[in-house]
């Protein structure tokens, strides 16, 4: 190795070529002396690069001996230090590295030293000529003067050298970075000089944009560079680095680098406002209408109102005007003014005319008289025709939708044609005459039955009576009767069961009219528990008397017997059948096939015959079969041992059963195996079933065990050897810790012991002599050091001569990153040893860049991405900006490149920009007719804050009407909401026709125009005449739950005059009488001949003059009437009065 000041040459000197030999191949040596071979390297040492002074001789040599001493020698002047090298086993590859000083022959001398310092017999030699070419100074290289200020051109840089060729008189950089011009003269000398550039720039400047604010504003905005590349120059904007906005627009700011390389940056605002906000307003309705109307706002920007608690809706409840206040997010102020005069609340009036007011059979008009212009909403007419009396509720609104009502009543109609109804003597079955009585609802006359009202039947039948009122309006009626009965009753009698049967049997009479059993407990049946007979007495309910006698003889209930019978009771493997026999009576199978009285066992189980007898009664007779044996006996094997053994084995069979034959074997259930083997027992139980049983042996072993060696290396190793051995058969090591594997760490023997299963024994011996365990080195030397993004290639160079066992064999690796790698390689004598090469300057790697931004919250402004690299990097796109503007929700990936020309990117993605105001939905707690308030919730189109209403989603209504949520999202988009309640009723039912705690005497007919009624808890309807006397609850209820609750009273007179008579057949009448109690009615004077009631039941004569007499009447709120019929020709003058009791 030649040394100059701090400089090493490693590596540089190469033997060419490298042909090891031995030496003194002629050279004995004597026995337990040792030897000392020595590798002969002949040739010119040529190096790379020749200094002042020497050069190196390298080889090996190959020594036998603990201890090597080497040394060089020019005839006979030793020219350098002997070498003495000690090893610790013999048999061992030596390289060395001599230092000589010049040209010339010399002669390298091994000899083998022990440790007692004699010498090894014989001394080796090898002749080495080495030539050293003409020392002479190396060239010297100028550098030409070249361009070191920035500048985005090329760099050309010119090279000079004393002598010799240089690789390249100039080189030019087209970007920064390192050349090597490289100087050889004729001699072999070598310079190298670097020369470095770093002043291209090619690179143009970049600069982002920062604006005085982002926000709407009606005020200037300043647009100002920031985070700037590099120094520049602004070459426009007067040089300025920033530009002032008096309205919206965009400036692009030009400047350059002191290379010269032009950037631009552009500014854009669009957040100046100085325009004042417009109104456009908009109204529920401007149509006349009778409910609150709402004014709503559209404006043309985003704007927050000032007033009206921030609604952009206004509710007016009546006529009038409203001024909007409002103001956008720039600042500038606007108003609009909301009128509203199309609200009309008051409902409309109407009077009632008829066409008559006097009492008619024709029909009668109604016509209202409206207070304004309305619409009839039922009738659509203003006018009704009533063809009877009635009411009827004319139902209007005026244009603005107030309701109104006008009721018309009608009382002076009479169509009704006469009725009447009967009453008879009596209504239960009898045996005598009956006689009708005709009960007509008003007074009238009987044109048939000689004017009679009673007619008498001696037998069922009917009879018309025909009549007519005093209008003229003729009726009829027909008595019927069919309750006269004179017929004896009689009856048949049905059997529940007229077949033999063994239950109940139930006789029933069944009369040929309705009658009572007077026996047998009433009923008109009679259960026979046995066979006999019983006679039914029966009487109808005319009083006529019956009987019948019923007859029962077809009960049975004793149960039929019946035997057993076998085909066989001894042990069989076949069939048996069980038959049926001495039944007690006739009988019928019925769970076999076809009802058959045998049943076949195919094994032993129990089988219960069912029979029923005629009567029905069921007998069972059950068989049970226990002698069927269709199965072989199972047998099991044992064994005296199952482990191996070198012993006979016994084998013996055994069975689930007894009784079980050997029939082979000499028929005996055991067998002595000397052998492994195999036998068949063969057997057959009582009822003749045969079986086999195999049994095997493969357990007995009585031969050694034997075993062979093998080595985990059977040549020259410098690591453990394991010696295995492999057995004839499966066998314990009982030695060597019962393992089958011994490691060898050195030379040498081990026998191991071992035995079989079966205790037969054996040994094997294992030798080791190719252990070897002293390791080769190496140097690394590497193509480039300093930082590249080109591949670097590793070079080792070995201690002694060795092969590459990776990277294909190969000295040199090549590294296309940073990184290790480890060279692994052995010696002629297999020690393996290995070298670590590192590459840490190389860097391919793309740059990477994380993204942040101006805003990750709900925003309605625009958002900023702005990357920051992982390096010093250069964006490609976006105008060179690190930063990107979003204006809606987007994504954009930024492009950039670092200095080694790696490009990489980076995704921003914004989903934070919301821009769209929300909307809402609203609904109602309650949309039917309601007296309580109703709820009106908002479901919005997203996450919002209310900002009127306290915040609240909810709204109470107490009242018809409107009312408008405004709300706000997370991103501050505004937005409104108008919820509108028109079904609020809080006003009870009006109620006509009469009045609370007032008392009548008269019918009464209370009306009402909406809901449902009840009168003393009972359903009403409206106009239903109330005529009974007492005290009444009328409770009406409308949709909303509204209730009018009117109590009165009606009170009757307590007494009535009919009239006075004083001409023969006359009558009078008085109306409003109350069937509530009987009235007496008095005679004041004179006795008539006789007195008779249409409408009354028969009113008895008086005997005398002023005798009273009573009668119930049985209908209230008509007209009663009294004729009296005189039959003197003097005239006889009398009052008749009915007075209540």
Same mark, same amino acid.
């Given at each position: 190795m030649k040394k100059l000041g701090a400089i090493i040459l490693a590596g540089s000197l190469m033997l060419q070529p490298v042909i090891p030999a031995l030496a003194a191949t002629a050279s004995t040596t004597a026995a337990g002396t040792g030897r000392t071979a020595l590798n002969v390297q002949t040739g010119v040492i040529t190096p790379s690069q020749l200094l002042t002074g020497g050069t190196t001789l390298t080889g090996t040599v190959l020594i036998d001996g603990p201890n090597l001493m080497m040394s060089v020698k020019q005839g006979s002047q030793a020219v350098s230090s002997a070498i003495i090298k000690t090893f610790p086993i013999s048999d061992k590859l030596y390289g060395y590295s001599i230092e000589v000083p010049a040209e010339g022959t010399y002669t390298l001398e091994a000899k083998t030293v022990y440790t007692n310092g004699r010498n090894a017999g014989q001394t080796h030699t090898s002749a080495v000529p080495v030539t050293v070419k003409a020392v002479t100074a190396p060239p010297v290289i100028t550098i030409d003067p070249y361009n070191t200020k920035p500048t985005n051109q090329s760099v050309t840089v010119h090279a000079n050298t004393n002598k010799g060729t240089l690789n390249a008189a100039s080189h030019t950089f087209t970007d920064n970075g390192s050349f090597d011009f490289v100087a050889a003269d004729a001699a072999g000398n070598t310079t190298r000089q670097t020369v470095t550039v770093s002043n291209i720039d090619k690179t143009a400047p970049t600069a982002e944009i920062s604006y005085s604010t982002t926000s709407p504003v009606n005020t200037d905005v300043t647009a100002t560079l920031q985070n700037i590349s590099e120094d520049i120059t602004v070459t426009n904007n007067g040089g300025l680095l920033?530009?002032?906005?008096?309205?919206?627009?965009?400036?692009?700011?030009?400047?350059?680098?002191?290379?010269?390389?032009?950037?631009?940056?552009?500014?854009?605002?669009?957040?100046?406002?100085?325009?004042?906000?417009?109104?456009?307003?908009?109204?529920?309705?401007?149509?006349?209408?009778?409910?609150?109307?709402?004014?709503?706002?559209?404006?043309?920007?985003?704007?927050?109102?000032?007033?009206?608690?921030?609604?952009?809706?206004?509710?007016?409840?009546?006529?009038?005007?409203?001024?909007?206040?409002?103001?956008?997010?720039?600042?500038?102020?606007?108003?609009?003014?909301?009128?509203?005069?199309?609200?009309?609340?008051?409902?409309?009036?109407?009077?009632?005319?008829?066409?008559?007011?006097?009492?008619?059979?024709?029909?009668?008009?109604?016509?209202?008289?409206?207070?304004?212009?309305?619409?009839?909403?039922? +009738?659509?007419?203003?006018?009704?025709?009533?063809?009877?009396?009635?009411?009827?509720?004319?139902?209007?609104?005026?244009?603005?939708?107030?309701?109104?009502?006008?009721?018309?009543?009608?009382?002076?109609?009479?169509?009704?044609?006469?009725?009447?109804?009967?009453?008879?003597?009596?209504?239960?079955?009898?045996?005598?005459?009956?006689?009708?009585?005709?009960?007509?609802?008003?007074?009238?006359?009987?044109?048939?039955?000689?004017?009679?009202?009673?007619?008498?039947?001696g037998e069922?039948?009917?009879?018309?009576?025909?009549?007519?009122?005093?209008?003229?309006?003729?009726?009829?009626?027909?008595?019927?009767?069919?309750?006269?009965?004179?017929?004896?009753?009689?009856?048949t009698v049905d059997y529940s069961k007229t077949t033999p049967t063994n239950e109940d049997v139930v006789a029933t009479i069944t009369p040929s009219e309705a009658v009572t059993v007077t026996n047998n407990g009433g009923s008109t049946s009679h259960i026979f528990t046995d066979n006999g007979s019983f006679t039914f007495e029966f009487v109808d309910k005319a009083g006529n008397k019956g009987e019948m006698t019923a007859q029962v003889n077809n009960i049975d209930?004793?149960?039929?017997?019946?035997?057993?019978?076998?085909?066989?009771?001894?042990?069989?493997?076949?069939?048996?059948?069980?038959?049926?026999?001495?039944?007690?009576?006739? &009988?019928?199978?019925?769970?076999?096939?076809?009802?058959?009285?045998?049943?076949?066992?195919?094994?032993?189980?129990?089988?219960?015959?069912?029979?029923?007898?005629?009567?029905?009664?069921?007998?069972?007779?059950?068989?049970?079969?226990?002698? &069927?044996?269709?199965?072989?006996?199972?047998?099991?094997?044992?064994?005296?041992?199952?482990?191996?053994?070198?012993?006979?084995?016994?084998?013996?069979?055994?069975?689930?059963?007894?009784?079980?034959?050997?029939?082979?074997?000499?028929g005996s259930a055991v067998?002595?195996?000397?052998?492994?083997?195999?036998?068949?027992?063969?057997?057959?139980?009582?009822?003749?079933?045969?079986?086999?049983?195999?049994?095997?042996?493969?357990?007995?072993?009585?031969?050694?065990?034997?075993?062979?060696?093998?080595?985990?290396?059977?040549?020259?190793?410098n690591g453990d050897v394991v010696a295995t051995i492999k057995p004839s058969?499966?066998?314990?090591?009982?030695?060597?810790?019962?393992?089958?594997?011994?490691?060898?760490?050195? +030379?040498?023997?081990?026998?191991?012991?071992?035995?079989?299963?079966?205790?037969?024994?054996?040994?094997?011996?294992?030798?080791?002599?190719?252990?070897?365990?002293?390791?080769?080195?190496?140097?690394?030397?590497?193509?480039?050091?300093?930082?590249?993004?080109?591949?670097?290639?590793?070079?080792?160079?070995?201690?002694?001569?060795?092969?590459?066992?990776?990277?294909?064999?190969?000295l040199a690796y090549t590294f296309t990153d940073n990184g290790t790698y480890t060279f692994t390689f052995k010696d002629a004598a297999g020690n393996t040893?290995?070298?670590?090469?590192?590459?840490?300057?190389?860097?391919?790697?793309?740059?990477?860049?994380?993204?942040?931004?101006?805003?990750?919250?709900?925003?309605?402004?625009?958002?900023?991405?702005?990357?920051?690299?992982?390096?010093?990097?250069?964006?490609?796109?976006?105008?060179?900006?690190?930063?990107?503007?979003?204006?809606?929700?987007?994504?954009?990936?930024?492009?950039?490149k670092d200095n080694a020309g790696n490009t990489g990117t980076a995704t921003a993605t914004v989903n934070n920009i919301d821009k769209t105001?929300?909307?809402?939905?609203?609904?109602?707690?309650?949309?039917?007719?309601?007296?309580?308030?109703?709820?009106?919730?908002?479901?919005?189109?997203?996450?919002?804050?209310?900002?009127?209403?306290?915040?609240?989603?909810?709204?109470?209504?107490?009242?018809?009407?409107?009312?408008?949520?405004?709300?706000?999202?997370?991103?501050?988009?505004?937005?409104?909401?108008?919820?509108?309640?028109?079904?609020?009723?809080?006003?009870?039912?009006?109620?006509?026709?009469?009045?609370?705690?007032?008392?009548?005497?008269?019918?009464?007919?209370?009306?009402?125009?909406?809901?449902?009624?009840?009168l003393n808890g009972n359903p009403f309807t409206s106009g239903t005449a109330v005529s009974a006397a007492g005290s009444y609850t009328l409770v009406v209820t409308d949709a909303a739950g509204n209730t009018t609750t009117?109590?009165?009273?009606?009170?009757?007179?307590?007494?009535?005059?009919?009239?006075?008579?004083?001409?023969?057949?006359?009558?009078?009448?008085?109306t409003n009488l109350d069937v509530s109690a009987p009235y007496t009615v008095y005679y004041s004077s004179g006795a008539p001949k006789s007195v008779a009631s249409t409408t009354l039941v028969t009113v008895p004569k008086p005997t005398t003059a002023g005798s009273s007499t009573s009668a119930d009447f049985t209908t209230e709120g008509l007209t009663y009437t009294i004729k009296v019929t005189l039959t003197s020709t003097s005239p006889a003058r009398y009052n008749v009065t009915a007075t209540k009791k």
């Open positions: 920033s530009h002032t906005f008096t309205k919206n627009d965009e400036f692009t700011f030009e400047f350059e680098d002191a290379a010269g390389n032009k950037g631009t940056a552009k500014a854009n605002v669009a957040n100046i406002d100085k325009t004042s906000p417009v109104g456009k307003v908009s109204y529920s309705t401007t149509e006349p209408t009778n409910q609150d109307v709402t004014a709503t706002v559209d404006f043309d920007e985003s704007v927050t109102v000032t007033n009206n608690n921030g609604s952009a809706s206004h509710t007016f409840t009546d006529n009038g005007d409203f001024v909007l206040e409002f103001v956008d997010k720039a600042g500038n102020p606007g108003s609009v003014t909301l009128s509203v005069n199309n609200i009309d609340k008051t409902p409309p009036t109407a009077s009632v005319q008829y066409s008559t007011t006097e009492a008619t059979n024709g029909d009668v008009t109604a016509t209202i008289q409206p207070s304004e212009n309305v619409t009839v909403t039922n +009738n659509g007419s203003v006018s009704r025709t009533f063809e009877e009396n009635g009411e009827y509720t004319f139902e209007f609104e005026d244009a603005a939708g107030n309701k109104g009502t006008a009721v018309a009543s009608v009382k002076n109609i009479d169509k009704v044609v006469p009725t009447a109804s009967f009453s008879y003597s009596t209504e239960t079955l009898t045996n005598g005459d009956v006689v009708a009585q005709i009960i007509p609802s008003e007074d009238v006359t009987i044109t048939n039955n000689n004017g009679l009202s009673a007619y008498t039947f069922n039948g009917s009879f018309t009576f025909k009549f007519k009122d005093a209008a003229g309006n003729t009726g009829e009626a027909t008595a019927t009767v069919a309750n006269i009965d004179k017929i004896v009753p009689t009856a209930k004793v149960a039929p017997t019946a035997g057993i019978h076998y085909s066989t009771t001894s042990p069989v493997n076949t069939e048996v059948t069980a038959t049926l026999v001495d039944a007690s009576e006739a &009988i019928t199978v019925t769970n076999t096939a076809n009802g058959d009285f045998n049943h076949v066992f195919t094994d032993n189980d129990t089988f219960k015959f069912e029979f029923v007898d005629a009567a029905g009664n069921v007998g069972t007779a059950t068989a049970k079969v226990n002698n &069927i044996d269709k199965r072989a006996p199972i047998a099991s094997v044992q064994y005296s041992t199952v482990d191996p053994t070198n012993q006979d084995v016994r084998v013996e069979v055994t069975f689930d059963e007894d009784n079980v034959t050997i029939t082979n074997n000499g067998r002595t195996f000397t052998d492994n083997g195999t036998f068949t027992f063969k057997y057959k139980d009582a009822a003749g079933n045969t079986g086999e049983a195999e049994a095997t042996v493969s357990n007995i072993d009585k031969t050694a065990p034997t075993a062979t060696v093998e080595y985990s290396a059977t040549t020259a190793t058969e499966a066998v314990t090591v009982t030695n060597n810790g019962g393992t089958l594997s011994h490691t060898f760490t050195a +030379n040498g023997t081990f026998t191991f012991e071992f035995k079989d299963a079966a205790g037969n024994t054996g040994t094997a011996t294992a030798t080791v002599n190719n252990i070897d365990k002293t390791a080769p080195t190496a140097t690394v030397t590497y193509s480039k050091t300093t930082l590249t993004n080109g591949d670097v290639t590793a070079t080792i160079l070995p201690s002694e001569a060795v092969t590459v066992t990776n990277n294909d064999g190969a040893g290995s070298a670590v090469a590192t590459v840490n300057n190389i860097d391919k790697k793309a740059p990477t860049a994380t993204v942040s931004y101006s805003k990750t919250t709900p925003t309605n402004g625009d958002v900023t991405a702005t990357i920051t690299p992982s390096e010093a990097v250069t964006v490609t796109n976006n105008g060179g900006s690190l930063s990107h503007t979003f204006t809606a929700n987007d994504t954009f990936t930024f492009e950039f105001a929300p909307t809402a939905t609203v609904t109602y707690s309650q949309t039917a007719p309601t007296n309580g308030n109703v709820t009106a919730t908002i479901t919005p189109s997203e996450a919002v804050t209310v900002t009127n209403n306290s915040g609240a989603l909810t709204y109470t209504f107490t009242a018809n009407g409107t009312y408008t949520f405004t709300y706000v999202d997370a991103a501050g988009n505004t937005g409104n909401a108008t919820a509108t309640v028109n079904n609020i009723d809080k006003t009870a039912p009006t109620v006509n026709g009469v009045s609370n705690n007032q008392t009548y005497t008269s019918s009464v007919a209370p009306t009402f125009t909406e809901g449902t009624a009840t009117v109590q009165f009273t009606i009170v009757l007179a307590t007494s009535i005059t009919f009239g006075t008579f004083s001409t023969s057949n006359s009558s009078g009448g008085g």
